[in-house]
């Protein structure tokens, strides 16, 4: 096996193959490696636990007598609050290094990147740090998902209108 290289020693390399021959081994010693079949594994039980766990509380909700479209409104409410509640703590973190994709489930995922943000810049303060930096990654997305619908709905007005509809 060849010897442990160490970024002071490409520096201090004697000439410019010498240089490129240590750069290349301490890259390789450094890249972390993975297994494909792990990651997958991992992202499709943490992501339909997440998904599992949804459908319980859809269910649970029900069996409380609320309607379907009820009971769906709680469960996307649990879900919301319980990602931003692990993504204060810092256990969505954890949990997305551990499963990779199965952590970006669409409504926890999205919950996790409108929290992070805040979370992150909290010690700038409630208005500059809070205030600003939520809607950094979440903005755009509310932001295009509100003149899309307004724009489909003017067409569905219209399409009524001339009575294609």
């Known amino acids: ?9 490409v520096l201090e390399a004697a000439d410019e193959t010498e240089r490129k ?15 494909r079949l792990a990651n997958t ?5 943490v992501g339909g636990g997440i998904c599992l766990l949804g ?12 309607d379907e479209k009820t009971a769906s409104y709680w469960t996307t409410l ?3 609050a319980a990602a ?15 499963a990779g994709a199965g952590s970006v489930v669409p409504i926890t995922g999205f919950a996790n990147s409108v929290a992070s943000p805040a979370v992150e810049f909290r010690a700038e303060g ?6 600003c930096k939520i809607f950094t990654i979440a903005g755009p997305v509310i932001l295009y998902g509100v003149f899309a619908s307004c724009f489909l ?13």
């Open 126 to 131: 409630q208005v500059f740090g809070i205030g």
């Open 41 to 45: 594994a991992r992202a499709f039980l």
């Open 55 to 66: 459908e319980g509380c859809n269910q649970l909700f029900q069996s409380f007598s609320l």
């Open 84 to 98: 931003v509640l692990l993504t204060g703590l810092g256990w969505y973190a954890k949990l997305a290094k551990f």
């Open 153 to 165: 709905g003017l067409l569905y007005w219209l399409a009524g209108v001339i009575g294609l509809l």
């Open 1 to 9: 096996m060849k010897e442990q290289v160490t970024i002071k020693q």
């Open 78 to 80: 649990v879900l919301v």
């Open 21 to 35: 021959e240590k750069y290349n081994q301490y890259v390789k010693q450094t890249t972390p490696t993975f297994s």
